[in-house]
């Protein structure tokens, strides 16, 4: 069974339809990305899983659940996180109260009425683990604007995973990253989403093809390919819409 699945989903902006009936079934474990040119509907497409956008039609579901009416931050507490295309921190909170809130948000701040010390000192435990995870506990105290732009992606992605999410999704994780910096993330991501399920957008197809095990390609808002990257790299239709455009400089 999928644990994310999309069906006959779309979304029109007024007189514009973005979204054009999109099938998507995501297995649990499962690395996906999703690639397409420019403005085909790739953030908006996660702006609906994540509940920012209501689906003009079609059904989404998340572990059989249908997500239809909720808002973002009962989507999130079900297990879907989502780091946004631009970066999304507390830039005055230290890198630690930014990972302590987040470990804080599914629980929805229940702590702060009542936090017994044992229960403070768990928590702290547990904002250390993913300091560690994401390579950031030697810079705990310092406010998270100030840490370098790479730290503070490593930091949102600290956060999406912080508060237990099964379902990761990534909008271009490393847009902006120098070519270290891009190899750095991808050890991360793939360290922090072990045994859960990713879905990225991404355009740097080295990326891509190294971190995901099945790709979708969206173009103007229809998946017109979906398979294991072999089969995408090979595929014609996909070289001509998009693939050999983006091959060209990878
Ligand atoms: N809130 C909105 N209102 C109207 N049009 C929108 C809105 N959000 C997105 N669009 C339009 O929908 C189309 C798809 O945008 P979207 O951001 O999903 O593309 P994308 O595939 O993520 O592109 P990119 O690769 O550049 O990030 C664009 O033409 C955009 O202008
Ligand atoms: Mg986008």
């Not at 490393?174 to 989403?193: F, K, P």
């Amino acid at each position: 069974m999928s644990i994310l699945s999309l069906r006959g989903l779309r979304k029109n902006f007024g007189a514009t339809e973005i979204i054009r009936g999109v099938n998507l079934g995501i297995e649990a474990g499962e690395k996906h990305a999703i690639i397409g040119p420019n403005g085909a509907g790739k953030s908006t497409l996660f702006h609906l899983i994540s509940g920012k956008y209501a689906p003009s039609a079609g059904a989404i579901e998340f572990k059989g659940q249908s997500l239809a009416n909720l808002p973002p931050h009962r989507i999130n507490r079900l297990g879907i996180a989502r780091s946004f295309q631009v970066t999304n921190i507390f830039p005055r909170l230290s890198v630690f109260e930014n990972i302590r809130c987040a470990l804080l948000w599914p629980s929805g701040y229940r702590y702060s009425f009542w936090r017994p010390i044992e229960r403070e000192a768990k928590l702290n435990g547990e904002t250390e683990q993913v300091l560690e995870k994401i390579g950031l506990a030697g810079r705990a105290k310092i406010p998270a604007g100030e840490i370098a732009y790479s730290e503070q992606r490593a930091l949102e992605l600290g956060m999406a995973i912080a508060g237990g999410a099964e379902l990761i999704l990534l909008d271009e994780p490393v847009a902006g990253m120098s070519h270290s910096e891009a190899d750095n993330a991808v050890d991360l991501i793939r360290r922090v989403t072990e045994g859960k399920t990713l879905v990225m957008v991404e355009h740097d197809m080295n990326i891509v093809f190294e971190l995901a095990d099945r790709i979708s390609v969206l173009v103007y808002g229809e998946v017109i390919a979906s398979g294991a990257p072999a089969e995408i790299r090979a595929n014609a239709q996909v070289r001509e819409a998009y693939l050999g455009e983006a091959l060209s400089d990878a």
